[in-house]
């Protein structure tokens, strides 16, 4: 993947990818706090739980939201890490009887967040050292 993320920024130059992997950023944790805010609607709604589901589930992301709005590579790097937490719970979702494609849209979407995130702090880290 280094080899990857090395020539695409070759390609491309660096200011551009960085940009391209923010807004995959952004789309991710979108994509991401659109889907698990509808999850736990879904579930609120059917009277199996509280509203506090929707609350757990979107903490991550928005802890994370000062460091990818001030452009740290560190904390995309962590958000990458936390991302691997939604990955594993689309996958466990996608299990469960009629609710295949929400898992796989969980799943999807964390998985950009992921990439995305990863490769800008990459990208961001050259960026800063020169």
């Known amino acids: 993947m280094r080899q990857r993320l090395d020539q695409l920024a070759s390609r491309h130059g660096l200011s551009r990818v960085a940009t391209l992997a923010r807004r995959g950023v952004w789309g ?9 805010i509808f999850g736990g609607w879904q579930l609120y709604a059917s ?3 509280d509203l506090m589901p929707i609350a757990v589930r979107l903490l991550p992301l928005v ?9 740290r590579p560190r904390g995309h790097v962590m958000l990458a890490f936390v991302s691997l937490l939604y990955i594993l719970q ?4 996608a299990q469960l009887p009629d609710r295949l494609a ?12 992921f990439v995305s995130a990863a490769a800008y702090a990459r990208w961001r880290r050259q960026q800063l050292t020169g």
């Open 102 to 113: 929400w898992g796989v849209l969980e799943t999807l979407a964390a998985l950009v967040l």
């Open 90 to 93: 689309g996958l466990m979702i």
């Open 63 to 71: 802890l994370f939201l000062p460091s990818v709005v001030t452009r």
């Open 47 to 49: 009277g199996q739980v």
């Open 28 to 36: 991710g944790m979108a994509a991401l706090a659109l889907l698990q």
